[in-house]
Every structure is written in C-alpha cells, then in structure tokens.
C-alpha cells in the first residue's frame, strides 16, 4: 500500500511538472501576443478617464469614443514623430560615428604599441580589435532591429484598444448591475 502512496505523489509531482513546462512554452510561444494585450490594456486604464468624464459631461458614448481614440492617436503620433526624428538624427551621424571611432581604434593600437604591449607579449592590433567599430554597429544593428519588432505588432495593439475602449463605455454599467446583485444577495 504504501508504494501506490508514493508513486502516486510521484505521479501527481511528474504531472505538476509537465503542466509547469507545457505554461512556460506556451507563455514563451504567445509572448509576442501577450505584451501586445498588457501593453494595449495599460493604454485603456490611461485614456478610458477621458471617455469617461466627456460622458459624465453629457457628452453622447458615440462622441466620447471619437474623441478619446483622436486624443489617444494625436499621443501616438507624437511619440512616433519623436521617435523617428531621434532615429533619423542616429543613422545620419553614423558615418560620423564610425570614421570616429575607426581613428581611435588606430590610435588605441598606436598606444598599446607606445606603452609596450609586445614586449609583455600581448599583440596590440588584437586588443584595439576589441574596440572594433563593426562589431558596435553590429550590435547598433541588432537593437534597431528589435525596435522595429517591437513596433511590428503596432496594428494588433491598436485593434486591441479600439475594441478594450468599446469594452470600457459598458464597464461602469456591468459594475453597477454586479453591485446591485451583491447588496441583494447580502439582504437575503
């Protein structure tokens, strides 16, 4: 009796591990689609007072929505034109950058040959290639690179809000009617 008690708690410790590796692949497989939910969620918890203090104005539902997506794109828009300047201002002191940094790495080698550094015997065209120039615009490459992965999925974010928004005009309404019902329930 007591080996089905062990392997039982065996089973169910084997079964909570596979369950814990089938939610982790899974969370790393729909990541992409995740951060675009909580990102379009933290989006709608920051705009939705809008909506809803045009609508406690008198404002009608259909004007509130129009106006909180138009004041929600002007914000985006902004960021986006920021975000492009920034980027265009970078590619376009690149070159800058690399001739820069192509005559430090020669007079890095130069200093390393000054101070020595075959003499202990370290190459020095070795340790200025430390500091190569390709290998940072390399890795400058590869994070704008993921920037615009990380815009990639703009449009499934946009959907997103427009549809969370639609969703936030009837919440305060659902609030209500679940209030009530508790109050009830709580009399009987």
Do not use: H
Request: with cysteine.
């Amino acid at each position: 009796m007591k080996s089905n008690s062990q392997l039982s708690s065996a089973l169910i410790f084997l079964a909570g591990l596979a369950s814990l590796g089938i939610a982790v692949a899974f969370f790393y497989n729909a990541a992409s689609l995740l951060n675009a939910f909580f990102i379009a969620l933290i989006i709608v918890f920051t705009v939705s007072p809008v909506m809803s203090g045009l609508r406690r104005k008198g404002a009608p539902t259909w004007a509130a929505y129009i106006v909180t997506v138009l004041v929600l794109l002007v914000v985006l828009l902004v960021f986006i034109l920021i975000v492009v300047g920034a980027g265009k201002q970078f590619l376009n002191a690149l070159p800058e950058y690399l001739t820069d940094s192509e005559s430090s790495q020669a007079s890095l080698q130069s200093m390393f040959d000054t101070w020595g550094a075959e003499n202990v015997g370290l190459d020095s065209s070795a340790m200025a290639e430390l500091f190569n120039p390709a290998k940072i615009l390399d890795y400058t490459g590869k994070f704008i690179s993921g920037l615009l992965d990380t815009f990639s999925s703009a449009i499934l974010i946009g959907l997103l809000i427009l549809f969370m928004l639609v969703d936030a005009i009837a919440v305060p309404p659902k609030w209500l009617l679940i209030s009530t019902q508790k109050i009830q329930l709580s009399c009987a």
